[in-house]
């Protein structure tokens, strides 16, 4: 187990890079931060030359692979770090420069254990992209398939967990300060980090996650996920099939080869909308380089290192919340958000209703050029405070790639209106599964499992209490305190207190950092 020391260092050092990049100044400034980590703010940036504007996504960069996933994390939360360091960490790049060919030749082989010659044909040494976690190479394989290997970085996983460590230890002392701090629940999201992060460092999840959703896909037309190659793949290396095609975010590419830009950003969104609330499995990183368009015109999505879940309750709420921000039902939308324990039931439903209402409104009607379900989000979350609404962990993925969603699509046809696309589809999935038929379907689908469930609960029930005899029942035995627990009660309490001021000041430090980054 890592020592305090070890983690108040390393806070103090991402606390000095944060402190020059100007990042540490909005947490002084904001009335919510507590009085212990604005004065030990002051106390980071003391000697060092700042910018006059913060850059967020500098700091994160320069302070490694970890920081910059979790910048990326917090791209989610303007609750908690505010409009602007969105913008600014929106522009974050997930890229480092690569390693070396040789490194990543002896990491292949080591992980399959045979030579790369046995598992390609050709490799380019020149890698077509490089991020914090992995990099990528185009290469042919001995059965003549052109595929991409997607190969983690040497030492990458043990990086991760160390620095990982330090932000669990870090966001404990943080909530433990109670108030605001504990109400946007900073554990919870570094432990949503952590379970992202941590798939993403295992490339046979990746390439199961990519198989899941062309499962769940096949059937939509225009919407590929490329192929895994399973023979060449394990948990440091993934061979998934080549794509040829046009980046999404190549205007006018797509223009110049005769692809129809409406129908693009259409089909994403209802792609998007399919996977999320009709399947509750989502890609979750579909930003712009992720995404290409084939000569055919098909949208073809890579990268499943990132992957969303919502069970089949919290979609419906979340079809009920979309479809009554379109429709203008805030009533409706403020019951579910009480239904779903969203918002703790001593404030006014109706009071609730009224700050949607204030939210919905202005954009109802308007193309998303005007106004965006960005800013709808912003909206959203300037009213939580009031309401006390904690942070939904579940959701933050499902906002983050919405938010990625809207901007591709308005960049295909700035006219298009993300509302008008999105509620006739689910208008048409609230009919179909929260309607009398499918209340009707789930009421015997639930009944009947209950009823094939008997015998095995009687046999259980019989298993815990057999029928009487054979040897008598012992009698109960007084519970009786052994001496070394005694003892083990009753010593003094030395060395924790002795300690107590190092965790203390790992508490600071910790607050330090994560009063801003949550």
């Not at 701090?181 to 390439?207: Q, S």
């Not at 805030?330 to 009071?351: G, K, L």
């Not at 499918?438 to 009944?447: E, F, G, H, N, Q």
């Amino acid at each position: 187990m890592t020592r305090p020391a070890t983690h108040i260092f390393r806070l103090l050092k991402w606390g000095r890079i944060l402190a020059r990049h100007g990042a540490l100044r909005p947490i002084e400034r904001n009335p919510e931060t507590p009085a212990q980590v604005r004065r030990l703010c002051r106390l980071a940036r003391l000697g060092t030359v700042q910018p006059k504007e913060p850059d967020f996504a500098s700091a994160f960069q320069a302070i490694g692979p970890a920081a910059i996933k979790l910048g990326q994390t917090l791209a989610t939360r303007p609750d908690i770090v505010g409009e602007r360091a969105v913008r600014n960490l929106l522009t974050l790049q997930d890229s480092l420069p690569p390693v070396p060919f040789s490194e990543i030749a002896r990491s292949i082989e080591s992980s399959f254990e045979r030579s790369l010659s046995d598992l390609y044909e050709y490799i380019d040494e020149v890698a077509v992209g490089a991020a914090s976690i992995a990099q990528v190479h185009k290469a042919v394989t001995t059965d003549g398939v052109t595929v991409a290997v997607k190969v983690l970085r040497p030492g990458i996983r043990e990086q991760f967990a160390s620095d990982i460590e330090t932000y669990e230890w870090a966001a404990a002392h943080l909530e433990a300060l109670g108030g605001e701090a504990k109400r946007l629940r900073p554990r919870l999201v570094i432990a949503n980090f952590k379970r992202w992060t941590l798939r993403e460092l295992d490339l046979r999840r990746e390439a199961a996650s990519a198989s899941e959703l062309s499962e769940a896909m096949h059937a939509v037309p225009g919407y590929c996920i490329p192929t895994v190659d399973w023979d060449r793949t394990n948990g440091r290396v993934m061979t998934i099939e080549w794509i040829d095609g046009v980046k999404i975010s190549d205007r006018a590419a797509l223009i110049a080869a005769g692809h129809d830009l409406p129908s693009l950003a259409q089909r994403l969104v209802l792609a998007f909308l399919r996977q999320a609330i009709s399947g509750g499995f989502f890609h979750a990183d579909m930003h712009q380089g992720n995404l290409f368009v084939r000569a055919d015109g098909a949208i073809v999505a890579i990268d499943f290192g990132i992957m969303g879940r919502i069970d089949r309750r919290a979609r419906a709420w979340l079809a009920e919340i979309l479809y009554g921000l379109t429709t203008g039902n805030y009533r409706r939308v403020a019951e579910i958000h009480f239904e779903a324990q969203y918002v703790p039931s001593y404030h006014n439903i109706d009071e609730f209703a009224t700050a949607l209402r204030a939210v919905g409104e202005p954009m109802r009607g308007k193309p998303v050029g005007e106004l965006s379900v960005g800013q709808m989000l912003d909206g959203l979350f300037a009213i939580t405070r009031d309401f006390d609404m904690q942070t939904q962990p579940h959701l933050l993925l499902l906002q983050k790639t919405m938010v990625m969603v809207e901007g591709i699509a308005t960049q295909l046809d700035p006219s298009i209106n993300l509302w008008d696309t999105a509620a006739p589809y689910v208008r048409e999935w609230i009919r179909d599964e929260l309607g009398p038929e499918a209340a009707i379907a789930d009421k015997l689908r639930t009944d009947t499992q209950t009823l094939l469930r008997i015998p095995e609960l009687i046999r259980r029930i019989e298993d815990r209490f057999p029928p009487k005899g054979g040897a008598p029942e012992a009698p109960p035995l007084p519970d009786i305190e052994l001496i070394w627990e005694r003892r083990e009660r009753t010593r003094r309490p030395v060395l924790p207190y002795a300690l107590s001021a190092a965790l203390g000041a790992g508490a600071l430090y910790a607050g330090m950092v994560l009063g801003w980054v949550g």
